[in-house]
């Protein structure tokens, strides 16, 4: 088995987020950020197919230098290596131009096998990054796996579908999104995690040492743009307390399940 | 000249088309109307059946059927290269999408190909003043509603979440299903389906009522769902339940699961988390049941019902018993 190439993002706690109206723009001061949860299940699956069919696990993330600590948590997991790719010039992509740019990445880094996605992520939440991905490094694409099965060369999967699921194969390389929740990821291992703090050294790339056209990453390569932030008014709740012994509680939820008919 | 056009993508299920095909139809109708542009459904398959009438009457003035026998189950693959190849003679304005799990596999593969700009999960579609299309996406667990532009190329894609527009009859003059025959020669797909497990499910986006069961009450699944039925509501879950395998993926709320937009949802021993917030924030009226009082899910109720579902459930069979 050749590298397995896992795409992992940071993304802020969402109940840290708070929106301004005011100034139109998200606070993000003081916001604790994590792994984003469906890629920690696409590590934990890559350690696995890793630990049956041998083969590298590289974590490929893009941002800000900051980012290089949530990283060491993936590598204390198990992961051989991970890579960064931080520049100004990629700031302000939409899903194409990251896209382009981790195509670019994963061209470089090269020799490999699968390459693993989160289902989606927690801020962005469009998913579309996984397919974008397979069409610009022209691989097969299999969305929504929650089981993986590496046979030689030959790749099985259960993808969901409206209604059930799939069972798909294809041959390698190839790209796969991962069910958000499909296994329990595996906690940091202490002894690797202070070794990943102290001598690990995270690879980072900027748009010089990718072959990419600056151009066509972040801002500049981007074909949509965010026109405006608008709070987003769902139903305000009323937030009624209903006290009393169970049989009065029940009560009135009989009451409001007869007003609804 | 010929009017622009706003392309939606009519998705099959294999006999029908999927409702959110035709409820984004409905809405293609409202801004072509708004922007002066005809609104064309697009369906792949090996027949088109009955199911371009179908689609004319729920607002497309037009239907394309793009023809062969290749196409008759989707693959990502064939499909991306037949519409590529026939947006591209085209060039529509806009593209819609359902953002299903066959959509949302589609529009990037395709919306890559086209280098054109793509917006996910789309809760309000509307065209700004300069004519584009402007894709409302709720963020950072519904705080905010973003909209979203293509500026850059054609055609203008979004995916659009079910169960966001409803799906409405309109009356036609004459519309017409143009058949392309396409005559594909083999399929270009790497990825084969080895077998395949679908149920048929009620589509919980639409359920009217909806009674959902969480962590807190994983050992009284069959009262709840029993409860469901006496009350005549939808059984929903929550993802953990889902993810333990002990209901159907077609039931789980969320944003990985279903949004609803029932009028009364009634919530068992559910926390709260970040993903269940968006299934529920269509919901007329929530009522939560949770031993928690610190429980996320209280500050998301209307009703906030601290106490043991345990306690509560057989009450409530009885209650719905009696009626």
Redesign the interface.
């Known amino acids: 088995m050749r590298n397995i190439i896992v795409c992992t993002k940071i993304v802020p706690k969402a109940e840290d987020m708070n929106f301004d109206p005011e100034t139109k723009t998200m606070k993000r001061s003081g916001v604790e950020n994590q792994i984003n949860e469906a890629d920690k299940n696409a590590i934990e699956l890559s350690l696995k197919i890793k630990e049956k069919n041998g083969g590298r696990v590289v974590l490929l993330s893009m941002g800000p230098p900051f980012f290089e600590q949530y990283l060491k948590i993936g590598i204390a997991m198990g992961a051989d290596d991970a890579i960064l790719l931080s520049d100004r010039l990629f700031a302000g992509a939409d899903t194409f131009a990251t896209s382009a740019t981790l195509a670019a990445a994963i061209r470089k880094i090269g020799d490999y096998d699968l390459v693993l996605c989160g289902e989606e992520t927690s801020d962005g939440g469009t998913g579309q990054v996984p397919s974008q991905l397979a069409e610009l490094l022209d691989l097969p694409q299999m969305l929504f796996v929650s089981e993986v099965d590496v046979d030689g060369n030959n790749l099985k999967a259960k993808r969901t579908i409206k209604g059930g699921y799939e069972i798909v194969e294809s041959g390698m390389p190839a790209i796969l999104s991962i069910e958000l929740g499909i296994n329990q990821p595996r906690f940091p291992d202490f002894k690797r995690k202070r070794w990943a703090d102290k001598e690990f050294s995270l690879t980072i790339w900027s748009a010089s040492s990718l072959e990419i056209k600056p151009e066509l990453t972040g801002t500049s390569g981007s074909y949509t743009i965010v026109k405006r932030l608008t709070e987003y008014f769902t139903h305000q709740r009323q937030r009624i307390s209903v006290e009393g012994t169970a049989e009065q509680q029940a009560n009135k939820i009989m009451e409001i399940l007869r007003e609804y008919g | 000249m010929n009017r622009k056009e706003i392309w939606v993508y009519l998705e099959r299920?294999p006999e029908e088309i999927?409702d959110v095909s035709l409820e984004i139809l409905g809405r293609a109708k409202e801004l072509g109307k708004k922007s002066d542009m005809s609104v064309v459904g697009v369906m792949l398959g090996k027949e088109p059946g009955n199911l371009g009438d179908i689609a004319l009457k729920h607002g497309a003035d037009k239907v394309i059927f793009l023809k062969d026998s290749l196409l008759e189950s989707y693959s990502?693959?064939d499909y991306?290269k037949a519409l590529f190849e026939i947006i591209n003679k085209r060039m529509p304005e806009i593209f819609l999408l359902g953002a299903?799990?066959?959509g949302?596999?589609l529009?990037?593969?395709l919306?890559?190909?086209l280098?054109?700009?793509?917006?996910?999960?789309v809760v309000s579609l509307d065209i700004?003043t300069d004519g584009y299309l402007?894709s409302g996406?709720?963020?950072?667990?519904?705080?905010?509603?973003?909209?979203?532009?293509?500026?850059?190329?054609k055609p203008q894609m979004s995916t659009v979440r079910p169960g966001i527009f409803s799906k409405k009859l309109i009356p036609i003059k004459a519309g017409i299903v143009e058949v392309l025959d396409l005559d594909l020669q083999g399929s270009v797909?790497?990825?084969?389906?080895?077998?395949?497990?679908?149920?048929?499910?009620p589509d919980l986006s639409r359920a009217?009522?909806v009674i959902i069961a969480g962590n807190g009450v994983e050992g009284n699944l069959d009262m709840v769902a029993k409860m469901a039925d006496i009350?005549g509501a939808r059984l929903g879950v929550s993802?953990?339940i889902a993810?333990k395998g002990k209901a159907?993926?077609?039931l789980q709320v969320g944003?990985?699961g279903y949004s609803l937009n029932a009028?009364?949802v009634?919530i068992f021993g559910v926390s709260g988390a970040?993903?269940f917030l968006p299934g529920i924030?269509?919901?007329?009226?929530?009522?939560s049941?949770n031993m928690d009082r610190e429980s996320?899910i209280?500050?998301?109720?209307?009703?906030?019902?601290?106490?043991?579902a345990s306690?509560?459930i057989p009450?409530?069979l009885r209650?719905?018993g009696d009626r």
């Open positions: 299920n999927e990502t693959e991306t299903t799990y066959q949302r596999d529009a990037g593969r919306s890559a190909r280098r054109t700009g793509l917006t996910a999960n700004d402007l996406v709720p963020g950072y667990g519904s705080k905010v509603l973003a909209e979203i532009i293509c500026v850059r190329n797909s790497r990825v084969r389906v080895v077998s395949r497990k679908v149920e048929k499910h009217e009522k009350f993802r953990p993810d159907s993926r077609e944003s990985t009028k009364l009634l970040e993903h924030a269509n919901c007329q009226t929530v009522i049941i996320d209280f500050e998301y109720s209307d009703y906030c019902v601290v106490a043991d306690k509560i009450i409530l209650e719905g």
